[in-house]
């Protein structure tokens, strides 16, 4: 359930948590309040502030380190494509400044990069990888491997390409697996549940007056909302509405086919 809420488009995801902690709230004021039980609800007057306030600490810690977890993610995401571009930069630039022709090699370049940004970048929000990405950087490996290439450019250069073609597929590898990995749906109940509790714990503190603990409810409902859902489209790095940007490899396919 929490992946197929996490997996909604964004407008739904803060819809969902508004109906899940408006219900809540809304069943606590009636508990309290309007319901056959509010005698015995009523008779737990006198519970301090600093209760609710050791509930509420646990709900911020919660979704703090929740919410480190997808921002690393995200953030090695990003590194990532970057790392991948760069690699690909370098092996362009080798091919380029070797006194030998290598255009063999910078079409196969082109064909990976094109194959990852037009065909791998859009499994990747379905947890898949591209099998023409698979075969145009083993293509690639073929070619850069090919010994001729170390007998027309040199042993150095040869050296260096083939450990940029290796930081390609690196970086692609990094990439893939982060984009499959994703935060244990427990953790994710445990912040919604904790969420829950804190509420029960401001309702259980405003038991005086109605308005009083319909507006506490409000405000934090409010701001676990806000936060809960800025996590949420961030927890998949490479599909939702706050997504990781191939703008990176774009720009290097450009540069290579501008130069071809």
């Known amino acids: 359930m929490i992946e197929f809420w996490l997996g909604l488009p964004g407008v739904l995801i803060f819809a969902a948590l508004f109906v899940f902690y408006a219900a809540t709230a809304a069943a606590m004021s009636w508990v309290a ?33 929740l919410g480190n977890e997808v921002a690393t993610r995200n953030r090695l995401a990003s590194q990532a494509v970057v790392a991948e571009s760069a690699a690909v930069a370098r092996v362009h630039a080798l091919s380029v400044a070797s006194a030998s022709d290598m255009a063999g090699i910078r079409a196969a370049l082109q064909g ?4 990852v940004v037009n065909d791998e970048w859009s499994r990747m929000s379905a947890q898949m990888r591209s099998e023409r990405a698979e075969a145009a950087i083993t293509g690639l490996l073929q070619e850069v491997s090919d010994p001729r290439v170390a ?26 697996a982060l984009a499959s990995d994703s935060t244990g ?26 308005r009083a603990q319909v507006a506490a409810l409000a405000v934090f409902s409010a701001g ?26 774009l720009d290097t396919l450009k540069a290579i086919s501008a130069a071809r």
């Open 33 to 65: 309040f309007g319901s056959p039980w509010r005698v015995a609800t009523q008779s737990l007057k006198g519970i301090v502030g600093p209760f609710f306030a050791s509930v509420g600490i646990l709900f911020a810690l919660q979704t703090g380190f």
């Open 185 to 210: 749906e427990l953790k994710w109940l445990s912040v919604l549940v904790l969420g829950v509790i804190t509420q029960l714990g401001i309702a259980l503190v405003h038991l005086e007056r109605v």
């Open 112 to 115: 990976y990069v094109d194959a």
């Open 224 to 249: 676990a909302i806000v936060v809960l859902s800025l996590i949420a489209l961030q927890e998949v790095p490479f599909a939702g509405a706050v997504q990781v940007s191939p703008g990176p490899l």
């Open 151 to 176: 007998a027309d450019a040199g042993q150095a250069v040869h050296v260096a390409l083939l450990n940029a073609v290796v930081q390609v597929g690196a970086a692609r590898s990094d990439r893939l």
